[in-house]
């Protein structure tokens, strides 16, 4: 079993639909999560950070961590053809980026079309 | 404040050759690192380099390395190519401190093995 799963999609919506993305994992050291968007020959950058269990809400875009279940979410409103882009989910041990503890592992992303 | 670069952005070589790619961090960051991406493995961290130490390092074959330079600037190298390393390599920088996530990824350099 991974230690991240993610459902590849792709997953196509109308504009103006609420979307959710969805995050497993099976490692109940991972304390810190994280949400990247990455555009189509760009690199990921990073959306939303995460600690503890419940919501994060940043504009149209809400973050939820259940980790009594090992799952996370990402919810975006009010869809836009300009969120289409593939949606990564990472987590780590550590709060702090770098050495051992601080490794990001990624889930394998969720491509997301919002059609106009 | 310019951005992570990183060059070239395409490359195609043939299996056994070698290939360095280079990674320029946006200004004052020291944290450098690595990842490979491809459709079925995804996002995999390859290592990461902090005031020219590797400070950790991923899963991956002693053919795949790296450095950095006193710059903060880094290289990866991977020798003997194989087939399968055909991958979009994405350096990523953070810092000053190699602080909270707040990563900061290039475009990424797409290597094509044939």
């Known amino acids: 079993q991974k230690e991240v799963e993610q459902d590849p999609g792709p997953l196509s919506v109308p504009e103006g639909a609420i979307v959710s993305l969805n995050c497993t994992y099976s490692?109940?050291?991972?304390?810190?999560f994280m949400w990247y968007r990455q555009y189509s020959r760009k690199g990921p950058e990073l959306l939303m950070y995460t600690y503890s269990s419940g919501n994060k809400e940043d504009g149209r875009f809400t973050a939820q961590v259940d980790k009594s279940s090992k799952y996370i979410s990402l919810f975006i409103r009010d869809s836009q053809p300009s969120d289409s882009a593939t949606y990564l989910c990472?987590?780590?041990?550590?709060?702090?980026?770098?050495?051992?503890?601080?490794?990001?592992?990624f889930g394998k992303g969720t491509k997301l079309s919002v059609k106009p | 404040k310019a951005g992570v670069t990183q060059t070239p952005r395409y490359l195609i070589k043939t299996r056994g050759q070698q290939v360095t790619l280079s990674c320029s961090p946006i200004s004052g960051h020291r944290s450098v690192s690595w990842y490979q991406q491809t459709p079925g493995q995804g996002l995999q961290f390859l290592f990461e380099?902090?005031?020219?130490?590797?400070?950790n390092k991923g899963n991956f074959p002693g053919r795949f390395s790296g450095r950095q330079f006193s710059n903060s600037r880094s290289e990866m190298n991977v020798s003997t190519l194989e087939l399968g390393d055909s991958a979009l390599y994405l350096c990523a920088s953070s810092g000053p401190e190699g602080g909270r996530y707040e990563q900061y990824f290039g475009p990424g350099t797409r290597l094509t093995v044939t």
């Open positions: 990472a987590m780590s041990k550590s709060p702090n980026y770098g050495g051992s503890q601080g490794n990001l592992i």
């Open positions: 380099y902090f005031s020219e130490t590797q400070r």
């Open positions: 490692n109940s050291a991972f304390q810190y």
